[in-house]
């Protein structure tokens, strides 16, 4: 259980921070830059979550699901698994929630009709907010993969399957709040010429 007693600490003052192991980091550590933009995405999630209309209150669901799943990567990625026991279970993502959001996916691609054409972010306030999150949580991954590749800075694999998705989920259930993708706004290639 969380309990926060006081918000400010002082103890990051000079510029670290410590991970759910204890360990104490520098706040411009590649490891922090990740959990950070995972967190910056889920407050943009939330940000759309406003602009949700009741018509689409199935996409609510799942962007509350899926900001849940947030804090748990945020929680897996701040107690890297050094292969060290902690007095604790650390909380991991796993497949299932992987494959929750692959069948989040498909369910909402199946109301939508084949893209023929890129699209512009756009179209309602709900969709341009969904794909500033997906901008984000691509940002995010690819601060995951770095971070994967650095010496023993490991990442899960469910972790990185999962933010590899969620831009996907980003992106469909933008097209499916724009009212099916019929209010899509396309790419016309050279259109400004």
Not at 111 to 137: D, E, K, N, W
Not at 145 to 168: F, G, M, T, W
């Amino acid at each position: 259980m969380v309990v926060l007693n006081r918000i400010y600490t002082k103890t990051g003052d000079a510029g670290t921070t410590a991970l759910g192991s204890g360990e104490r980091v520098p706040k411009t550590s590649p490891r922090i830059a990740a959990y950070g933009t995972v967190d910056e995405t889920n407050a943009l999630i939330g940000v759309a979550r406003t602009h949700v209309t009741e018509a689409d209150a199935d996409v609510d669901a799942m962007l509350h699901r899926v900001q849940n799943d947030l804090f748990d990567l945020g929680a897996d990625l701040c107690v890297p698994d050094r292969g060290k026991e902690l007095p604790y279970e650390p909380l991991r993502v796993a497949d299932g929630q992987v494959k929750r959001l692959e069948d989040e996916i498909d369910l909402m691609n199946g109301a939508l009709q084949p893209l023929r054409s890129f699209i512009l972010p756009g179209g309602s306030s709900c969709a341009a907010a969904l794909h500033v999150a997906r901008t984000v949580s691509r940002r995010a991954e690819r601060l995951m993969v770095e971070l994967a590749a650095i010496p023993d800075e490991p990442v899960s694999a469910p972790a990185l399957k999962y933010i590899n998705r969620l831009s996907d989920f980003l992106f469909v259930a933008a097209r499916y709040v724009n009212d099916h993708g019929k209010a899509d706004v396309l790419w016309v290639p050279g259109k400004n010429r």
